[in-house]
Structure formats: structure tokens, C-alpha cells
């Protein structure tokens, strides 16, 4: 079946450092791929996505690239700041439009 | 716009008794509705789907007749989480999907303690 596999953290940067986020899947046919945000006692929020090879989703500074060959979608970003502390998850969605979820990376940024 | 509401927030209930945990989309209609689970420092767990008028569809390894979800209208659902035990105790998120897009809203979850 499909899943997900996102490194385990947690991650603590520096502000302004460059942030990766592995993760990596496994799925039948040609899934979509998202990466989800959960700010402290808050729900999920979609952060960016894709829906085929070689796309390229980005938001807030965040850059995720659907990658077939290497069944990869790593999230970076540039500069951290304070505000990007989180927990992120990286789906996907194959054709029954359920979300299948990694585990959730917890970054912690500090001034 | 988007937004979806869970209530309670937090609920603490005594064991043996029975939990409704409420989920609605307040600016838009949902056809269909997600029900997920997640343990601490665990992804999120699908436990089921609901369509509006529909029965629940739910994933293996979950109790039907323990977790009883009803998608009464196009904007509510509830999750009714019946003879609760202390292994119940989980942070219980829906998640909503309007009727033309394929991207589903989260609401900001529930924690549930069974003492």
C-alpha cells in the first residue's frame, strides 16, 4: 500500500538557517504529494502540494519539488524564522483521496 | 474562507461513559468528511469517511460499533466515541472536503482523556 516515510526529528535551527525536510514515499500510480503545517494547539494547514512529476510547490517561502525518479518531495526553505516553529507532515494522496501522512517532523527555530 | 470547527476542544470523561465529538464546515458545504486519530508524536491515522447522508466507510482495524460517525447534513459530522476506555485518549482531528476540490480542511482537533 502507500506511505510515507519523513525524517524523524526533532529539528532545532537557528533563525535564518536553510531547513530540509526529508521525506520519501511509496505508492501505486501517480499520487499527489502535499506538505501540511501544525502550529502549536492548531489544526493541520496545507502548506504546499503537487500533483505530478517535476512540479514544483511553494508558499510562504517553502519549496517542495515532486520528484518520480527518486519518489522524493523534500521541503525547504532558505531562511528559517522564529514563526516557521512547527510540526510538519509530509502526504500523499493516491486516487481514493484519502491522505496518507509520514510521521511529522517538530522544528523548533531560535533567535 | 475554509474553515472547519471542532467541539469540544478537550474533554475528559470517566471510563465507561460516551463521547460526542462535533465537526463542522462553516463556510462551505462538505460532501465528504475524514475522521483521523493521532498519538503523540505519531502521524495522523485515517479512521474513516463519511459522506454526507451516507454510512461511514471505515478503515480496517477500527470498531465500528465503538467510533459511531454521523454525516447528518452537508455541514456537520460527529464522532461519537461510545463506552469509552483510557486506551481511547488520543487527539481525534476531522477534516473536510468541499464538494468541487479535492483539497481537504482540517479542523484544530479534539483531546480526549478517559480517566
Known amino acids: 500500500g502507500n506511505s510515507v516515510t519523513q525524517m524523524e526529528g526533532p529539528v532545532t535551527l537557528s533563525e535564518e538557517a536553510f531547513l530540509t525536510i526529508n521525506c520519501t514515499y511509496t505508492a501505486t500510480g501517480y499520487p499527489s504529494l502535499f506538505w501540511y503545517v501544525q502550529y502549536p494547539g492548531e489544526g493541520l494547514q496545507l502548506l504546499l502540494k503537487?500533483?505530478?512529476?517535476?512540479d514544483k510547490g511553494s508558499n510562504k517561502g517553502f519549496e517542495a519539488t515532486y520528484r518520480k525518479e527518486t519518489t522524493s518531495f523534500h521541503l525547504e526553505k532558505g531562511s528559517v524564522q522564529v514563526s516557521d516553529s512547527a510540526v510538519y507532515f509530509c502526504a500523499l494522496s493516491g486516487g481514493s483521496e484519502k491522505l496518507v501522512f509520514g510521521k511529522g517532523t517538530k522544528l523548533t527555530v531560535n533567535p | 474562507g475554509a474553515v472547519v470547527s471542532q467541539h469540544p476542544s478537550r474533554v475528559i470523561c470517566k471510563s465507561g461513559t460516551s463521547v460526542k465529538i462535533e465537526c463542522r464546515s462553516l463556510?462551505?458545504?462538505?460532501?465528504?468528511m475524514f475522521w483521523y486519530r493521532q498519538f503523540p508524536k505519531q502521524s495522523l491515522m485515517l479512521m474513516a469517511t463519511?459522506?454526507?447522508?451516507?454510512?461511514?466507510?471505515?478503515e480496517q482495524g477500527v470498531e465500528k460499533d465503538k467510533f459511531l460517525i454521523n454525516h447528518a447534513s452537508l455541514t456537520l459530522s460527529t464522532l461519537t466515541v461510545t463506552s469509552a476506555h483510557p486506551e481511547d485518549s488520543s487527539f481525534y482531528i476531522c477534516?473536510?472536503?468541499?464538494?468541487?476540490?479535492?483539497?481537504?480542511?482540517f479542523g484544530p482537533g479534539t483531546r480526549l482523556t478517559v480517566t
Open positions: 477534516s473536510a472536503r468541499d464538494r468541487g476540490f479535492r483539497e481537504q480542511y
Open positions: 463519511s459522506n454526507e447522508g451516507s454510512k461511514a466507510t471505515y
Open positions: 463556510d462551505f458545504q462538505a460532501t465528504t
Open positions: 503537487a500533483t505530478k512529476a517535476d
